[in-house]
């Protein structure tokens, strides 16, 4: 069996996982035949963060090209991210963010993602990760959404303090602060 913390790629036994954690996490979850379809593409990106062993919360993301005056770049979407209640506020939330976050182009680095308006908790995590939002947005009908971003002036500093302290077995108590 596993010992301590670890972020892995998202395995075909982990679907079912998921897929329940989605349903007790939102009222809006998305079935079962789309996060296959979703996973299969090349540019979606799922990790699972997992405690000595057990499933505790995942993130699902996407590479995206973005063309701005005569630049091409990549950004990253934030399409999805959950842990578990009992396991919440423990730092892995923020292990799956910052895993993320080291994907980012180092030319011009950027995340984006949207939540509800309502949804205050998701919306202070992702600000204490360094997310900020940039506007209120709604479809017609729809609750508002903020738009947040990942767009820093100091992911340099911030993330390589992160790839110093790279979570290890045996240091993430020290590293997230629980032990």
């Known amino acids: 069996m596993d010992t301590g913390v670890i ?5 075909a036994r982990d679907v079912a996982f998921i897929l329940n954690l989605e349903r007790s996490c939102f009222a809006d979850g998305w079935g079962r035949v789309f996060l296959p379809e979703m996973l299969a593409r ?21 590479r995206v090209k973005v063309r701005r005056n005569g630049f091409e770049f990549r950004k990253l979407f934030l399409d999805f991210m959950a842990v578990v209640p009992e396991c919440r506020r423990s730092g892995l939330g923020t292990l799956l963010a910052l895993e993320m976050l080291e994907n980012l182009d180092v030319g011009r680095p950027m995340a984006e993602t949207y939540v509800r308006e309502r949804d205050l908790a998701s919306q202070l995590f992702l600000r204490s990760c360094g997310w900020i939002a940039t506007g209120l947005e ?15 002036a100091w992911t340099d500093n911030w993330l390589e ?9 045996d240091n993430v108590d020290a590293v997230l602060g629980t032990g």
């Open 7 to 11: 972020v892995r790629p998202v395995e």
């Open 42 to 62: 090349r540019s979606t990106v799922g990790n699972v963060v997992a405690v000595e062993g057990t499933v505790c919360g995942y993130s699902i993301y996407r």
């Open 138 to 152: 709604s479809e017609c009908g729809e609750e508002p959404w903020y738009r947040m971003v990942f767009r820093n």
């Open 161 to 169: 303090t992160y790839r110093q302290r790279r979570l290890t077995p």
